[in-house]
């Protein structure tokens, strides 16, 4: 899955301009970034020992020293908090083992009772468990809506933003969406190196698209489970939703998207959700 500390730690220091810390630069340099030299220097640690870590002749280091690296290379808190996990020893790491993937029966009572919002629950790999027939309604009406039941049918949210036009079609800024999707996905990848489906998924998506191979091998990170993002939903039109992400009991993930009240937003939602009751079938 290529989720190394040598080649993290390679690419976050050449995305630092010397100038951007306050280093004097003479002439013309050879390589884009910070050189290795100055990150040892920095950081507070020998080059000869830096530059086995990019190397990956040493697999790990100390979080001490992990954490003087990331405040040079000005890690975010997502990115520092990544390059802990891949970097840390196995033995001071909590092992993970995968969640099964079944939806508690409380989990699926509590996605469908939720008629105003858009829910879903999504394990690690991102495969989408349950939906409730507004989030189906939203993001994927031409698939069955039946789909998140089987193995066989499940969707996976990474691989429908890249592999399923109508899905890629949703969004306004689907550049915008691709880099959140990658960025999470390796974010998460950091906690599952053992999981051979989770490389399976990688696998496949980097097979299938050469997007998503540039936006992988550019090591992106960042745990995405808040914001907004606006939808061009071939019913209801522009929309703009917020979204949420809450961990649940269970080890898997519930996916809210949600609106502000009162706003032509809610409207469109509440549309949508009318528009879905009017094409079910009544009693005979």
């Known amino acids: 899955m290529n989720v190394d500390l040598g080649n993290y730690l390679r690419r976050m220091r050449e995305r630092i301009q010397p100038e951007e810390i306050g280093l004097a630069t003479r002439g013309q340099r050879r390589v884009p970034g910070l050189r290795r030299e100055e990150v040892a220097a920095l950081a507070g640690v020998s080059q000869p020992y830096y530059t086995r870590l990019e190397q990956s002749q040493v697999p790990h280091a100390s979080p001490s020293v992990l954490l003087s690296?990331?405040?040079?290379?000005?890690?975010?808190?997502?990115?520092?908090?990544?390059?802990?996990?891949?970097?840390?020893?196995?033995?001071?790491?909590?092992?993970?083992?995968?969640?099964?993937?079944?939806?508690?029966?409380?989990?699926?009572?509590?996605?469908?009772?939720?008629?105003?919002?858009?829910?879903?629950?999504?394990?690690?790999?991102?495969?989408?468990?349950?939906?409730?027939?507004?989030?189906?309604?939203?993001?994927?009406?031409?698939?069955?809506?039946?789909?998140?039941?089987?193995?066989?049918?499940?969707?996976?949210?990474?691989?429908?933003?890249?592999?399923?036009?109508?899905?890629?079609?949703?969004?306004?800024?689907?550049?915008?969406?691709?880099?959140?999707?990658?960025?999470?996905?390796?974010?998460?990848?950091?906690?599952?190196?053992?999981?051979?489906?989770?490389?399976?998924?990688?696998?496949?998506?980097?097979?299938?698209?050469?997007?998503?191979?540039?936006?992988?091998?550019?090591?992106?990170?960042?745990?995405?489970?808040?914001?907004?993002?606006?939808?061009?939903h071939p019913v209801v039109g522009r929309i703009t939703l917020k979204y949420q992400t809450a961990a649940l009991q269970d080890g898997h993930l519930l996916k809210l998207y949600f609106t502000d009240p009162g706003s032509p937003d809610e409207a469109a939602l509440r549309l949508l959700g009318m528009d879905m009751e009017a094409e079910r079938p009544g009693p005979p």
């Open 69 to 232: 690296i990331a405040r040079v290379l000005e890690l975010s808190q997502d990115e520092q908090d990544y390059l802990l996990r891949i970097g840390t020893p196995a033995p001071s790491r909590q092992s993970r083992e995968p969640v099964p993937d079944e939806v508690s029966p409380h989990t699926r009572v509590l996605v469908e009772s939720l008629n105003d919002v858009a829910a879903a629950v999504l394990n690690h790999r991102c495969d989408i468990l349950a939906w409730n027939p507004l989030y189906h309604r939203l993001i994927a009406p031409h698939l069955d809506v039946a789909a998140p039941g089987s193995p066989e049918t499940r969707p996976n949210v990474i691989k429908l933003n890249f592999l399923d036009e109508n899905v890629r079609g949703l969004y306004a800024d689907w550049s915008l969406e691709s880099l959140y999707n990658v960025s999470y996905l390796r974010y998460i990848a950091a906690g599952y190196r053992g999981d051979p489906r989770f490389a399976e998924l990688v696998g496949d998506l980097a097979i299938q698209s050469p997007e998503f191979v540039r936006l992988w091998t550019s090591q992106h990170v960042a745990n995405c489970t808040d914001g907004e993002k606006a939808l061009d």
